[in-house]
């Protein structure tokens, strides 16, 4: 653990805000930007050091205290030796940052270490304390605040490479923009009624303060902490700008809480002191001021995409550097500091910085990412102008594949597409629409609760179906918006429902003609297109061999195609050495899940060419027997145990519509024999399977129970134990190879986001993403065919805190820094290079034409 990282994630994270509070009101100096107690220390250090000993973490102590103290070598004399806990920034921020004319740059050398500390406490934390150090030594008051959302390295040879052109393949729309920024400054400044939205947040992000106080009795909810942070804000904000009669008003409302007044008592009191600060100071922006400390004045310079986070950012750069020169005193320090932790502690509610793995963990931050802003249409329209035109400003930037989820009427996904049109054709820049597509997903929803006559996730096929006749309406009203629909997805976690819900969908929507009323600007093509498809799959699993499952069922009931994508794929490529090790030999998932993987495992691995070890052989072929007893003989009574090759035909059958599968036998019969006049009931089944695996009676009896028998569904949710064997992991090893051989074959693409993977999967280091696994071509030899078309992405750029530019740059610095086990570079600087501008170059190749 970097010694210094942890000191600032303690005081600046872990530590309760309300011990600086209540120090100060006790006029005991045990918790203050100036000192902090060794005990306190301590309580909070083993969460951020859990691998050090008390001893060690007294080091660590003593170290934090050395490096608050006034430090000549870094300091000028003039500069106030009263620094305390923001030397820690200071010194960090020295260290990692550099300033090239106006643009704020990390070291190349240190962006894996600034991209740990950065997510924990925002890159705005450091960049403003950086620039005010900066400023002040030089003599010089910056004026420019509305740089880039995520800073870039200084590697000048990457960005060179970088600028001859990318394109961004996977960036879900509302998870792309600055969600905490946004959320942040519309809570700073419409502070009052938001208890509706305080509800929403149970807390569970961030677990280190859920009980910090009652021994105290001091325990404030979220909502009453916001409460003090917009308070404590406007007090700085008014002290900066000199202007006393404000700053009095607001610090008699302090007065007001430290003598026992609630905060929720004066709540309308501060929004009245926001408001007047807005009216004061603050720009309106489409007719609406979204920040008092953005000022009017500051628009002569800072009127670009990123305007709005330019008020936010010159508050930070103004407090630090009165703290530097000394015109805070030690109250007005500590109401820094304490707004500081509050506003790291909101942060870390809705960017994911926990240590948690797992689609779950990131879904609960997705979920909660507009919360604050839903309802402030401003804001709304800030969040779609800083995530898309931010992006297709760049000149480098040839295509923007934008995520976005259907409606249930095509009138609401037009009004949706005409809004984006109208925000990006805002901006002065000629080209930025035309280089904007949109894919459409389906989100993945998680299956209600048995019912009669119901299939599985009948939920969401229903609104899928709704959806895409949505689409379609859409699509027919032949508008200009239709060449800028170039093909569909689903998205959400993978264990909610699994590839066969849509299937329909997906034959429904690609094979509708799309007309469209401009060429492409990569082909010349006709004035007919059809939708392309890609998936989010293989990223969240019990098991290695459930995701790769899942990647060839969409392959199998999605009727895939050559130039479709797969989104992530982490399943076809993390080691299985070490993910099982990890799990410690064995996996828990439920029986159903586990009878169909052994299922397709044993009888896939024969399809592929495996050779399969007989000790294996005959494990996977008992486990079955018991599981399908269980499951489902003694639960239907259909006769003896069918053999696993019977299951699987049965298997292939799920990519069908489960209610033709209620039909008695003839009707059966004849409905595989005739075309539907309803055109959506024409792809009800699967093409890829013959129609003899149907007409067998004993298959589609398995398909029916799998879907509408109670007792078999109940017992297929049991959660059971599965130990792995290591004849085990050898073969998903061979599977996966084979798998990435036959994908390269069958022409399919490869969307990976390093970072999103790096924070939501288990990888543990970057130069151990699969990317590596799924074309290493240019680092190292490889065979003919094992190399898949991949590119790089971002996801979710606004949870995960990252920017196109640096996830090309963290692959390139951790291939760099990779090692062997005799510490030997496994890579040379010049193939990293070569490698890079290579997957710069298939990101292209992949974009839906």
């Given at each position: 653990m970097d010694i210094e990282r942890g000191n600032i994630e303690i005081v600046f994270q872990k530590i309760p805000y309300m011990y600086v509070i209540k120090s100060w009101l006790e006029m005991v100096d045990y918790c203050s930007y100036s000192k902090i107690e060794e005990d306190i220390y301590m309580r909070y250090s083993s969460d951020v050091f859990p691998c050090a000993t008390d001893d060690e973490r007294r080091n660590n102590y003593l170290f934090m205290c050395s490096q608050m103290k006034f430090q000549t070598d870094l300091w000028k004399n003039d500069i106030s030796e009263d620094i305390g806990v923001f030397q820690l920034v200071f010194s960090v921020a020295n260290k990692m940052l550099r300033l090239d004319g106006n643009e704020i740059k990390c070291k190349f050398d240190q962006l894996l270490r600034w991209r740990e500390i950065s997510l924990l406490m925002g890159q705005d934390f450091f960049t403003c304390a950086y620039l005010a150090y900066d400023d002040w030594k030089k003599g010089y008051n910056t004026q420019y605040f509305a740089w880039l959302p995520i800073i870039r390295s200084d590697n000048s040879r990457l960005h060179n490479i970088l600028e001859q052109g990318v394109a961004e393949n996977h960036f879900h729309l509302n998870g792309s923009t600055k969600i905490f920024e946004l959320n942040w400054l519309c809570l700073m400044n419409h502070i009052s009624s938001r208890n509706a939205e305080f509800k929403k947040i149970t807390r569970t992000m961030q677990m280190q303060r859920n009980d910090s106080f009652d021994k105290r009795g001091i325990k404030e909810d979220f909502y009453t902490e916001c409460l003090r942070a917009a308070l404590y804000r406007g007090y700085l904000f008014f002290l900066i700008k000199e202007n006393s009669y404000m700053f009095g008003t607001a610090e008699a409302l302090i007065k007001k809480v430290e003598n026992g007044i609630s905060l929720r008592e004066i709540t309308s009191d501060i929004q009245n002191l926001i408001d007047m600060a807005g009216n004061l100071y603050g720009t309106k922006i489409n007719g609406a001021v979204l920040d008092y400390a953005l000022e009017n004045e500051m628009m002569k310079y800072n009127d670009n995409v990123c305007r709005l986070l330019a008020g936010e950012r010159k508050f930070l750069y103004c407090c630090y550097r009165c703290v530097l020169t000394g015109k805070f005193d030690r109250f007005q320090k500590n109401i820094f500091y304490a707004y500081l932790i509050m506003r790291t502690d909101f942060r870390g509610e809705l960017i994911q910085s926990n240590k948690k793995i797992g689609f779950g963990n990131f879904s609960d931050y997705q979920d909660r990412k507009e919360f604050f802003i839903e309802g402030h249409k401003p804001y709304e329209d800030e969040l779609v102008r800083l995530a898309l035109n931010e992006s297709l400003t760049k000149k480098n930037m040839l295509s923007l594949e934008a995520r976005i989820c259907p409606k249930n009427t095509s009138a609401k996904l037009i009004k949706n597409l005409k809004k984006y049109k109208r925000i990006v054709k805002s901006e002065p820049v000629n080209d930025g629409y035309d280089k904007l597509i949109y894919v459409l997903h389906f989100p993945k929803l998680f299956d209600r609760p048995f019912k009669d006559g119901v299939p599985r996730n009948n939920n969401v096929r229903k609104m899928a179906a709704r959806q895409a006749r949505s689409i379609v309406a859409m699509l027919d009203k032949n508008g200009e918006i239709n060449q800028h629909i170039k093909g569909i997805d689903a998205c959400s976690s993978e264990i909610a429902c699994r590839p066969e819900v849509f299937g329909q969908i997906y034959r429904y929507l690609t094979a509708k003609r799309v007309k469209v009323e401009n060429a492409s600007r990569f082909h010349n093509c006709e004035d007919v297109q059809n939708l392309q498809m890609t998936y989010h799959v293989g990223e969240d699993f019990f098991d290695i061999i459930d995701g790769l499952r899942a990647i060839d069922e969409v392959l199998l009931f999605c009727n895939y195609r050559r130039g479709s994508r797969?989104?992530?794929?982490?399943?076809?490529?993390?080691?299985?050495?070490?993910?099982?090790a990890m799990k410690g030999y064995k996996v828990?998932?439920?029986?159903?899940?586990?009878?169909?993987?052994?299922?397709?495992?044993?009888?896939?691995?024969?399809?592929?060419?495996?050779?399969?070890?007989?000790?294996?052989?005959?494990?996977?072929?008992?486990?079955?027997?018991?599981?399908?007893?269980?499951?489902?003989?003694?639960?239907?009574?259909?006769?003896?145990?069918?053999?696993?090759?019977?299951?699987?035909?049965?298997?292939?059958?799920?990519?069908?519509?489960?209610?033709?599968y209620r039909l008695e036998e003839k009707e059966f019969n004849a409905a595989l024999e005739t075309t539907e006049l309803v055109y959506f009931d024409r792809f009800r089944f699967n093409p890829r399977v013959d129609n003899n695996l149907r007409r067998n009676k004993r298959y589609r009896d398995l398909y029916y129970y799998y879907h509408f028998n109670k007792k078999v569904r109940e017992k297929g949710n049991e959660v059971t134990e599965f130990k792995v064997t290591k004849e085990y992991i050898k073969l998903v090893r061979i599977m996966q190879d084979k798998m990435i051989a036959e994908l390269a074959c069958k022409g399919i693409g490869i969307e990976t986001n390093p970072s999103s993977n790096y924070l939501i999967g288990t990888i543990k280091k970057y130069e151990e993403h699969p990317i590596l696994r799924f074309n290493s071509r240019k680092l190292k030899a490889t065979n003919t065919g094992e190399n898949l078309c991949v590119s790089i992405n971002t996801d979710d750029q606004g949870v995960f805190d990252t920017l196109l530019e640096n996830e090309y740059a963290l692959m390139t610095l951790a291939l760099k820094k990779a090692t062997d086990d005799d510490m030997n570079a496994l890579y040379d600087i010049e193939d990293i290079y070569e490698w890079s501008d290579y997957v710069r170059r298939m990101g292209i190749d992949q974009v839906f034409s």
């Open positions: 797969l989104g992530h794929a982490l399943a076809l490529g993390i080691s299985p050495e070490k993910y099982y828990a998932l439920s029986k159903q899940i586990l009878l169909d993987d052994i299922v397709w495992l044993y009888c896939r691995s024969g399809e592929l060419g495996c050779s399969l070890d007989e000790k294996l052989k005959t494990n996977l072929i008992e486990k079955y027997t018991l599981l399908y007893k269980e499951i489902y003989e003694n639960n239907v009574g259909n006769g003896s145990c069918p053999s696993i090759h019977e299951y699987y035909q049965s298997w292939k059958l799920r990519g069908d519509n489960p209610q033709c």
